[in-house]
């Protein structure tokens, strides 16, 4: 018979996860400051967590020498568990978007270093093979994972680099696209191109979604007020309702917020809507409420991070299922000065086997379709 301890399911586990996005090549430097002499917030050393996760952007345009740096920052990073997804300035990780490159007529000479095809090969095998795991890092595709941890807390992590389409950038799809959700709950006219889609809570338990980009309405506002988050994410966030959402892309939507999904989510993200429909008030209904977490500017330059608790511990416990904390945690501003800091969340996460084993990847991905 076993030695080990079993224990049950709805168990839990106090897991510190520190997100960043958006970092553009900036180096992690101790007391870093800005140019007019003032502290900046993404500084050296950042807080030690259980899992460190970067929603992409890790470059400014996808060259090997920016991902070698990029790597040696994650290297520097005190982190049981560390994930990274591409954004779409990680321009040569996408072979697919290289490969159109390639073929069109078209001069794009802001990353044409970045897009051939030895570029990309090599730039794959640096984020999938040994370059990356010297430095402890596992670099997502998009899809579905789950992990372990040496604390026995065990959790599924859905990932995605793609965005709508802007400016010839990497990982696109049109507005019109879905990529997230299955046919049945796609908008009515939605074109679905869903090759991996978020399964619905009642189905499959996500408990981190990890995006480059954000779901409509939520931490999406450019400095021109727009929402340009998807609104195909939102619905599909929606039908998962994750205990963590975390993305970046949009500079100017900084910030985290705690929402509340309405008793009846399951069925408003299943409405039949056009996308004018749900993004005009059709989401709304899905929606209880969202709360802004506030941020002490002052104190997050001292402790280089910005901390929220919604352990148990707390008292202020997320209620999973019913509630997301949403994260938008791009480090740029909309000039490119690592103006924000990184966040830092406490969270339950299932427990399932508790063992003194290393880090473990269960699944790297699998497809619903």
């Known amino acids: 018979m076993s030695s080990r301890r079993q224990t049950s399911p709805s168990r839990t586990v106090e897991v510190r ?37 970067h929603c992409g952007d890790l470059t400014n345009v996808g060259a090997l020498h920016e991902y070698d740096l990029a790597l040696d920052m994650l290297g520097s990073i005190d982190a049981e568990l560390k994930l990274v997804v591409a954004g779409n300035h990680d321009v040569s990780l996408d072979e697919a978007f290289c490969a159109e ?20 090969q090599a730039a794959r095998t640096m984020w999938l093979g040994k370059r990356a795991r010297d430095v402890g890092v596992t670099y997502l595709e998009e899809g579905m994972h789950q992990f372990k941890l040496r604390s026995g807390a065990k959790f599924t992590v859905y990932a995605s680099p793609y965005t709508p389409f802007f400016c010839d950038w990497a990982f696109p799809y049109a507005a019109h696209e879905d990529r997230f959700n299955p046919s049945s709950a796609s908008l009515s ?9 978020i399964p619905d809570r009642s189905d499959n338990v996500i408990d981190i979604m990890v995006t480059h980009g954000p779901p409509f309405d939520r931490l999406d ?18 039908r998962a309702r994750p205990r963590l959402h975390c993305f970046g892309h949009i ?62 511990r707390s008292g202020v416990a997320l209620e999973a299922g019913r509630e997301t904390l949403m994260v938008n945690a791009a480090i740029m501003d909309v000039q490119y000065c690592p103006t924000n800091a990184a966040w830092v969340v406490s969270l339950d996460l299932p427990e399932h086997i508790r063992t003194s084993w290393a880090t473990v990847r269960l699944v790297h991905s699998y497809n619903f379709i």
């Open 101 to 120: 490159l390639r073929k069109s007529a078209l001069s794009r000479p802001i990353h044409e270093d970045s897009y051939a095809a030895v570029a990309s």
């Open 17 to 53: 996860i520190l997100t960043i996005s958006d970092t553009h090549s900036t180096p992690l430097r101790h007391d870093s400051v800005k140019e007019d002499g003032s502290k900046q917030a993404f500084a050296a050393p950042l807080p030690p967590c259980d899992v460190f996760i």
């Open 189 to 197: 006219d939605a074109d679905n191109i869903a090759h991996n889609p």
């Open 221 to 238: 506002r450019t400095d021109t007020g727009d929402s340009v988050g998807c609104p195909h994410l939102l619905r599909a966030t929606m």
């Open 251 to 312: 500079h100017e939507g900084w910030g985290a917020e705690r929402v509340r999904w309405a008793a009846d989510a399951d069925e408003v993200s299943h409405v039949a809507q056009s996308t004018q429909e749900w993004k005009t008030g059709g989401h709304e209904s899905g929606i209880e409420s969202a709360e802004r977490i506030p941020v002490n500017r002052e104190k997050m330059l001292t402790e280089r991070a910005v901390f929220v608790d919604l352990s148990k």
